[in-house]
Structures are given as C-alpha cells and as structure tokens.
C-alpha cells in the first residue's frame, strides 16, 4: 500500500498537495483507491475522495497503530567535513532503525554549529522521505545538534565505534537491554582525547569486524546488527 504526507486539512478530509500530490499522480493512484496517510505525527489508512486541480482529498478511516521495534537505537553522528555525506547517513539510519539522530560537532568533522542547524530542516525532509519508502511506523527523529563535550548519554547502554579499540565486538555486548546509544565518528575517527572522554561518561568502545567502514555507513551497520540480534519487533 502505497505512503503519502498530508500537506493539511479541510475539514475532516487529508490534503495531499504540493510535492507529494505530484507522487500520487506518478504512482497512479485512483479515486476509491486505499493508502496510508501521515498527519501531523500520526498514520492514517484513508481512501482517495477525489483528485482536484493540484491537489487530492482523503477520508481517514482508521488510525494505523503499529508498535516501535525493541531495542530502541540513538545514533550519535558526528558530521563529517564533507557536509553532504549527512544525507546518506540519515536515509541508511533511517532504513536499519534508527529512532533518534542526533548530529555531534567534534575535532576532525565539520566545525560551523550554525550551518548544521540550517541543514535541520532539509534533513528532517529527507527522514520523512524515507519512512515513507521502508514503512517506519514513525519517522526517524532529528535532535538539535550538539559539541561532542556536551554529550550526556540517557541510553542503558552507550557505545562509541572505536577502530583502535579490541576491547569489544558485538558478540560481546549485553543485548536484552531496551535502549542503545551508538556514537560514530567522522572520517579518521574520533582523536584519542575525544574517545577518552566518551569513555569517561560511560561509552563503552566497540569494534565492528573485520575492516574498518565508512562513516557513513558504520553507524547503520551497527543498528542492524543491535535491531536484529536483540529487537523483538
């Protein structure tokens, strides 16, 4: 079943409109057809009323209720320098579970605060753009982003991607607790000072075998294996 974003309301009825109508000309739905439909936080089986001049009504007919995968994974990822390489991590972070992103500031990734605060919105855009595709039951939160300083882990359970660190791999992970936090680095990983003290606030190292990945890639690598060796759902 097809997965559109309502673009507002009139009355009882979802508007889909703007960009998200032209997606449901391209997917060739037609009138009386069902799809789900999410507004404002919620999703909502509905079926298509009518198609109009730029846009499209439908009538919600149920809220669809699905419930969250255990564990529950945060990813820590420090920007890279080469900004745009965020877009690849949000949509893998996304596919694999994710349930908050939470871009970090560090010594070897990029710098500016501000400009990451800009890219907030783009990149809350493509999150939904991805949970539309692989039928999240929510969208992948986006946090404000932070200095790796001021990281303060709420996880049961925090790790820190380390390449230099043989002190743990995942066979060696607690993995019947309810949340994870999981820190990547950016490209040449985190500096020996940063790693020490994500250490001191209670990250534990962990070591993907066998090569070293990407950063891109690393932090979605790490979820799928915590999702499918511990998740329940």
């Known amino acids: 079943m097809e997965r559109l974003i309502c673009t507002g309301k009139e009355g009882d009825f979802l508007v889909i409109g703007d960009q998200e109508f032209n997606h449901l000309k391209a997917l060739r739905v037609k009138k009386g057809d069902r799809l789900e439909v999410f507004c404002e936080g919620r999703l909502f089986l509905s079926v298509l009323l009518s198609i109009e001049k730029g846009y499209a009504l439908c009538k919600p007919l149920e809220e669809i209720d699905i419930p969250l995968p255990e564990p529950e994974v945060n990813l820590y990822q420090c920007v890279p320098l080469e900004l745009k390489l ?37 990149w809350k855009k493509l999150s939904l753009a991805s949970f539309k595709q692989c039928k999240r039951p929510k969208p992948m939160q986006i946090g404000r982003p932070i200095r790796l300083s001021e990281i303060e882990a709420k996880e049961e359970v925090p790790l ?6 043989a002190e743990a791999d995942v066979k060696s ?35 993907l075998r066998p090569y070293v990945l990407r950063t891109e ?4 690598v790490a979820t799928a294996l915590i999702m499918n060796l511990a998740g329940k759902g």
């Open 86 to 122: 965020m877009e690849e991590v949000i949509d893998r972070a996304s596919q694999t579970g994710v349930n908050l992103l939470i871009p970090v500031v560090c010594k070897r990734g990029f710098q500016r605060l501000s400009i990451v605060e800009e890219k907030l919105e783009r």
């Open 160 to 165: 820190v991607l380390d390449n230099f660190s």
């Open 173 to 207: 992970l607690e993995l019947t607790k309810k949340s994870y936090g999981v820190l990547v680095g950016p490209e040449g990983g985190l500096s020996v000072e940063e790693v020490e003290l994500l250490r001191s606030k209670g990250f534990k190292p962990l070591f």
């Open 217 to 220: 890639m690393a932090g979605a």
